[in-house]
């Protein structure tokens, strides 16, 4: 039998690295050469809209990218599109809409995005993980969660950012292993329309004719970008078949 898998990302607090880190799995996972889609439930729609202007330009869109349903909708186009793929991401909206409640219905793991400070870690886990277990409570089954600590400082662990941890340890709240960083590659991939894959070609050609210390330390930043990005890939993969060895 085919291992299908739903992943959600939801954080009711905008400015988590929510959407961002669904357009990086999905990437990721693309490259390794499973087949992605991405529902996009945000209302702000901006991987749609990502999506639809490299279409416009004639550029390439390694997964397929599917607008807002109506919520009666919702069950049946989920069901529909992770009979068709091998991973389908579901962009969250953050409110308590119902539309999110039917997403989380349907979900193998859902990603919990947040930056390491305390009061943000403590509302949005608070809220987010609320929100799941309450839906895993209607639907009478257990739904997967963990949370990922994005935005964070690349060069080392916080002290905040280590209290947090600590704090979603000691109340049994799992959290994944490694961390986004904030990096000046990530913001580029919806200001300019690009994937993560592209930057290295891109980087070589803006800095033609410029020093090679001033090109290593831009070409350094994105190969630390695409590195972080594939170990936070692997580790939500292995949240997955982790779960679904359980």
Request: charged share 25%; glycine share 6%.
């Amino acid at each position: 039998m085919v291992r299908r898998y739903v992943i959600t990302f939801a954080n009711p607090m905008g400015g988590s690295g929510k959407t961002t880190s669904g357009m990086l799995l999905a990437e990721q996972i693309a490259l390794s050469g499973g087949r992605v889609s991405i529902l996009d439930l945000d209302p702000n729609a901006n991987i749609l809209a990502w999506s639809e202007s490299r279409k416009a330009d004639g550029r390439d869109v390694p997964f397929s990218v599917y607008a807002r349903p109506q919520a009666e909708d919702t069950v049946e186009l989920i069901d529909q599109l992770s009979g068709e793929t091998d991973y389908l991401i579901i962009d969250l909206e953050g409110s308590k809409d119902q539309i999110v409640t039917f997403a989380l219905s349907r979900t193998d793991l859902c990603i919990i995005p947040l930056d390491g400070s305390p009061m943000e870690a403590r509302q949005a886990a608070a809220a987010a993980v609320r929100l799941v277990q309450t839906t895993s409570s209607m639907i009478r089954a257990p739904i997967a969660y963990s949370l990922l600590f994005t935005r964070t400082n690349a060069a080392f662990q916080t002290t905040d950012e280590r209290d947090v941890r600590q704090e979603m340890e000691i109340n049994n709240i799992p959290t994944l292993p490694t961390r986004i960083a904030k990096r000046a590659p990530y913001t580029r991939i919806f200001r300019d329309g690009v994937l993560l894959s592209e930057l290295p070609g891109i980087v070589t050609d803006e800095h033609e004719g410029k020093t090679a210390s001033v090109t290593d330390k831009a070409m350094k930043q994105v190969v630390a970008a695409i590195e972080n990005a594939r170990d936070y890939a692997q580790a939500v993969i292995h949240a997955l078949t982790k779960e679904r060895a359980a």
